[in-house]
């Protein structure tokens, strides 16, 4: 697979709906084990 850019991926994100980023993220999230929501404060 070829590699992209951080720009090119950025550009690739702007094309995308919400509902479809909304999937990258879980996709990636359970790809990854990580977790995009932010940190909470105590």
Do not use: G, Y
């Not at 995009?36 to 404060?41: D, I, K, L, Y």
């Amino acid at each position: 697979m070829a590699k992209m850019s951080t720009e090119e991926m950025l550009d690739a994100f702007k094309e995308m709906s919400l509902l479809e980023l909304s999937e990258f993220v879980k996709a990636f999230e359970e790809t990854f084990d990580v977790t995009a929501a932010a940190p909470v404060a105590v």
